[in-house]
């Protein structure tokens, strides 16, 4: 049964004695069908141990922006400790550094930023006219005839309903071949399997947060393998997340992540065995929550 317990399972955090900075947690990063963790993994238990660090009541703050870089690649099912340093808390604003060690090497760190926010003017990008997310076919369907490459029943199981939520692609999925138009820019749905559990030591609406921080990093790089015509399954082909911005324009609704968000994607630039990714996230209803920006490694023999 598809559900999204993986991502609960990457943002439980276990408090722990700090040795660098001020406040210490760890996690253990989630199975995946590749030689290193998913990176969203990271960004997600990072930006939970932050938020954990800032109180987000009525009266109080939340994340609106998180840059962060991947140092080395972290083990999968293995424990990563997050530390926290406290390095601001002001009326308006505080932030936080946070860098993940694993076998006392650092493997990943950012900076996050939390805001009280305050009346100002509005504006948000629109979202693009596209097919509904009930006339696309699931990765799981689209998957289930299909093989080739360097995919194995692993990995099909893995893209099918391993990762917690529903992902469908327009024009079509980069897994076994570019299907669709190899243009610089593509749109996914994304819906958990099931409604996002609670999360001991995260309110509603950081929880929900951490997971737009945690799917976010799946399918950015593929408007980018879509224009090389670099599809996953592609032998050779070496991807690697080198670093990775994100702003929380709007905090999310009630319920709002556990219904399809719309993830409009384009790339940014390819050169030098490096891509740039650009994502923007809609509610259904055309809301413009977040805007995620990201580099990785590409390389392809």
Do not use: N
Not at 23 to 28: E, G, M, Q, R, Y
Not at 199 to 214: C, I, K, M, N, P
Not at 229 to 253: E, I, Y
Request: hydrophobic content about 40%; charged content about 20%; overall charge negative.
């Amino acid at each position: 049964m598809t559900t999204s317990e993986i991502f609960t399972a990457s943002v439980t955090l276990k408090e722990t004695e700090a040795q660098h900075f001020d406040v210490a947690f760890t996690a253990v990063t989630q199975p995946c069908p590749w030689p290193k963790a998913y990176g969203g993994d990271l960004v997600a238990a990072a930006a939970a141990a932050a938020m954990r660090t800032v109180p987000d009541g009525p009266d109080g703050k939340h994340l609106h922006s998180m840059h962060s870089y991947f140092m080395r690649p972290a083990d999968i099912g293995a424990e990563v400790r997050y530390e926290v340093e406290l390095l601001r808390d002001g009326r308006g604003y505080g932030t936080r550094q946070v860098r993940a060690y694993q076998s006392g090497k650092p493997v990943y760190v950012a900076l996050a930023s939390f805001a009280k926010g305050e009346p100002s003017g509005t504006f948000a990008q629109t979202a693009p006219e596209v097919p509904g997310p009930e006339t696309l076919p699931t990765s799981a369907e689209y998957l289930a005839s299909r093989d080739g490459g360097t995919m194995t029943d692993e990995s099909k199981a893995y893209w099918s309903g391993g990762r917690s939520f529903d992902m469908r692609h327009i024009p079509g999925p980069v897994y076994l071949t570019v299907d669709g138009e190899r243009a610089p820019h593509q749109a996914i749905w994304v819906k958990p399997y099931d409604a996002l559990r609670p999360v001991d030591g995260l309110s509603t609406t950081q929880r929900d947060l951490a997971a737009l921080a945690y799917v976010c990093d799946y399918t950015i790089l593929e408007p980018v393998l879509r224009v090389l015509d670099l599809p996953w399954a592609k032998p050779g082909l070496v991807t690697a997340s080198l670093d990775h911005a994100m702003w929380f324009h709007r905090v999310p609704g009630a319920g709002v992540l556990d219904d399809w968000l719309l993830y409009a994607q384009q790339a940014g630039a390819a050169e030098h065995g490096r891509g740039l990714g650009q994502g923007t996230f809609f509610t259904r209803d055309g809301e413009h929550l977040a805007t995620v920006v990201q580099e990785g490694m590409i390389r392809a023999s």
